[in-house]
């Protein structure tokens, strides 16, 4: 594998992470903030109140998949297990990137949350399939 362009995958695996941790913290931990759920573009709190547990269900689907980018970051770290946390965080970003293309298709005017959403998971699994077919 090519140590560079693995390291510069693994930033982007770690970015993608921290995204995702962001939207579950606003899913489920910041829902109940008008401020919050604006930005998903809810325009009522009785939309907002309708909406939460379906948020909150959601947000844990974004942090399982940070905790796989984490997961796949210390494997990567680790010459043992390099290969495995290649193929986890490969497994994780490309999760994310069909999920910030099914957010495209559903609605198109969320596209640019889905480009927030699945711009560093590109990137990151571009970087690792190059490093996974280079030698360093």
Do not use: C
């Not at 913290?25 to 907002?48: D, H, I, M, N, Y």
């Amino acid at each position: 594998m090519s140590t560079v362009f693995l390291i510069i995958g693994a930033i982007f695996v770690g970015i993608a992470g921290l995204i995702h941790l962001a939207i579950f913290l606003f899913e489920s931990v910041l829902w109940s903030r008008p401020s919050t759920w604006k930005r998903f573009g809810v325009k009522s709190q009785e939309e907002a109140d309708i909406l939460r547990p379906m948020a909150y269900n959601q947000g844990f689907y974004n942090v399982f998949l940070a905790l796989g980018a984490g997961a796949g970051l210390v494997m990567l770290a680790s010459s043992n297990v390099q290969q495995a946390g290649a193929a986890l965080s490969i497994f994780v970003l490309l999760s994310m990137l069909l999920a910030a293309f099914v957010l495209l298709f559903s609605n198109p005017k969320l596209a640019r949350a889905a480009a927030f959403q699945g711009t560093a998971p590109l990137i990151g699994l571009i970087f690792l399939i190059i490093a996974i077919t280079t030698a360093s």
